[in-house]
């Protein structure tokens, strides 16, 4: 039995040291394909945190114009709130905000007021953040579209997968051309030298992940100046830009950001949409999956409902005395909080103000407005 299993490893080491050798460039090409997988999916997630941050100055800016037109209904329709949000979204070359970004700064604001005003002045003002509240739309049509929804979110997810589409069509050609490299130098070893030339033919993947690495750089870089920039001036927001790296967006060079910037909703949910979202529809399970992250800031929310699991243990006891003694509880509030400002559930609204509700004085509410300012997404 020893004899026969030395045999059979004498055997395969004889193989190996016999098969050819595809030179150092093959090598070469699999760990600069693994290190630009890695980068590129770094800079893709790095510009789509940047790509929110630029979303969230031009959202607090939303909210300013939001507080002083709170006495005066007549500026507070969703038609006049979406064009102030275009503009804002113009000015600072930012992600347009949906009506999902606007009812985030309406919601933000309400809980404001409430933590200042009291009584009929905060019930005035309440009133008059409702009513453009229930004209929004921010589950964007549905399914309609993932743009309408969020730009960053439909942004991130289709450019991950096509970076893992890439990286598995690289696997699987890998595998067919080592395969066939093998049979041929099995036949005919002296074909082999030719056979081998097809291995050049997959540097193309290499450059595929270099270019997506470069055109998130860019758009990380382009984004990144909607942050620092205090003032919407001509031509400020170019200013010490270098040419290649984020001065403007460029409709054939960056095909994954440039979209996204559209303030065309017909173009989004007629051309571009039925192209960029089909292959989320390949599978049943994929396209439910799909349906799922139609949901407003969706990573944000994913991550804020995973940290509100840590403190089950507080929502059936959140009163106003555990939440003055416990950091825990305090927590779940702000989570609860949070929550709410971005999806609307009034549930999470009702855990959040637990401590409020057992306060001795009454006070008026995001909930006694007469209407329901939750939009359900």
């Known amino acids: 039995m020893i004899y026969e299993l030395q045999k059979l490893v004498d055997a395969l080491l004889k193989l190996a040291s016999n098969l050819p050798s595809f030179g150092s460039a093959y090598y070469v090409r699999i760990g600069l394909s693994l290190v630009l997988v890695g980068l590129s999916t770094t800079t893709l997630i790095k510009s789509r945190r940047q790509g929110y941050r630029a979303m969230n100055a031009a959202i607090e800016r939303l909210k300013g114009y939001v507080r002083s037109r709170s006495n005066q209904a007549e500026l507070l329709t969703a038609t006049s709130l979406r064009a102030l949000a275009a ?7 930012c992600p347009p905000l949906t009506d999902g970004a606007v009812a985030e700064a309406i919601r933000s604001v309400a809980l404001e007021f409430e933590d200042v005003y009291s009584g009929a002045a905060l019930k005035r003002r309440l009133q008059a953040l409702n009513q453009p509240l229930k004209e929004l739309d921010p589950n964007g049509n549905s399914l309609l579209c993932l743009a309408i929804v969020d730009r960053m979110v439909a942004y991130f997810l289709i450019a991950q997968l096509k970076l893992k589409e890439l990286a598995r069509n690289q696997i ?3 595998a067919a051309v080592f395969a066939i490299s093998m049979l041929v130098w099995w036949i005919s070893r002296g074909l082999f030298a030719y056979a081998s030339y097809l291995l050049l ?3 193309v993947y290499p450059a595929r992940y270099a270019y997506f690495a470069f055109i998130a750089f860019r758009a990380d870089r382009f984004w990144r100046r909607a942050i620092t920039q205090e003032t ?3 031509g400020s927001a170019t200013r010490g830009s270098p040419p290649l790296f984020g001065s403007q967006l460029d409709s054939k060079l960056d095909r994954s950001a440039y979209p996204i910037q559209s303030t065309d909703t017909k173009y989004l949910t007629l051309t571009w949409a039925p192209v960029e979202e089909a292959p989320f529809f ?17 990573f944000e929310v994913r991550n804020l409902e995973r940290k509100l699991l840590r403190y089950q243990k507080y929502l ?9 003694k416990s950091s825990g509880a305090q927590a779940c509030a702000a989570i609860c909080r949070r929550l709410w400002i971005l999806t609307g559930h009034s549930a999470y609204l009702a855990a959040a103000r637990a401590d409020a509700q057992s306060s001795a004085k009454p006070r008026a509410s995001v909930l006694d407005t007469g209407g329901d300012p939750s939009v359900q997404t």
């Open 87 to 93: 503009s804002i979204s113009t000015q600072m070359q």
């Open 172 to 174: 699987v050609t890998e």
């Open 201 to 203: 033919l997959l540097w």
């Open 232 to 234: 919407a001036q001509t």
């Open 282 to 298: 390949r599978s049943r399970s994929l396209a439910l999956w799909f349906a799922g992250v139609h949901q407003y800031k969706y």
């Open 316 to 324: 059936p006891k959140l009163d106003g005395e555990l939440i003055r």
